[in-house]
T-cell receptor, first 117, second 112 residues
Framework: GAVVSQHPSWVICKSGTSVKIECRSLDFQATTMFWYRQFPKQSLMLMATSNEGSKATYEQGVEKDKFLINHASLTLSTLTVTSAHPEDSSFYIC?????????????FGDGTRLSIL | DAKTTQPTSMDCAEGRAANLPCNHSTISGNEYVYWYRQIHSQGPQYIIHGLKNNETNEMASLIITEDRKSSTLILPHATLRDTAVYYCIVRVAEAAGNKLTFGGGTRVLVKP
């Protein structure tokens, strides 16, 4: 079945550093990938839609200069949290769906737990 | 996308069927019903989806009412590993870029 891989699964870093998270579709191509954030005991909140070869579309309230998204190929999207601070600590999850599989489900990665000290 | 309403939580007995309801009274004719679940500290896992006919796969069954205003996800023989938050989502399927919007879901606890 469709597999989405996220890396790293867990990262701890100091305040002020930048952190890059990778999302790969392992056995299918995806023109669109999605990035979500989830705080403890809350539901997933969509941050942005990553479009291969073009700019990402950010949800209202999400700072595009803070959360840089690059979707350089049909199997890879990256999210970079720039100058991370403790309030950016969260569980970040990506998802993707195969090209031309319009009514097929999105598949999710296992998430990246980010802790900023 | 249409909004969904789910109970906040429910308990189920191990080995018994678990019936998870979802109301989506404002669903449009071209919107599908999707079910995902999220086990603690993992990404959401796809379970099943349907448009108007009942669907069954190796994980669950999806029963959609004739007027499509509500549906029920059935886990036929719940196990302890089915403990998770279950999300019912409705969305239009046509465009690959259509996003999923997660509500609060139902927190299901399967008890021995």
């Amino acid at each position: 079945g469709a597999v989405v891989s996220q890396h790293p699964s867990w990262v701890i870093c100091k305040s002020g550093t930048s952190v890059k998270i990778e999302c790969r579709s392992l056995d299918f191509q995806a023109t669109t990938m999605f990035w979500y954030r989830q705080f403890p005991k809350q539901s997933l909140m969509l941050m942005a839609t990553s479009n291969e070869g073009s700019k990402a579309t950010y949800e209202q309230g999400v700072e595009k200069d803070k959360f840089l998204i690059n979707h350089a190929s049909l199997t890879l999207s990256t999210l970079t949290v720039t100058s991370a601070h403790p309030e950016d600590s969260s569980f970040y999850i990506c998802s993707a769906r195969a090209i031309q599989a319009t009514n097929q489900p999105q598949h999710f990665g296992d998430g990246t737990r980010l802790s900023i000290l | 996308d249409a909004k969904t309403t789910q109970p906040t939580s429910m308990d189920c007995a191990e080995g018994r069927a678990a019936n998870l309801p979802c109301n989506h009274s404002t669903i449009s004719g071209n919107e599908y019903v999707y079910w995902y679940r999220q086990i603690h500290s993992q990404g959401p896992q796809y379970i099943i989806h349907g448009l108007k006919n009942n669907e069954t796969n190796e994980m669950a069954s999806l029963i959609i009412t004739e007027d499509r205003k509500s549906s029920t996800l059935i886990l036929p023989h719940a196990t302890l590993r089915d403990t998770a938050v279950y999300y019912c989502i409705v969305r239009v399927a046509e465009a690959a870029g259509n996003k999923l919007t997660f509500g609060g879901g139902t927190r299901v606890l399967v008890k021995p």
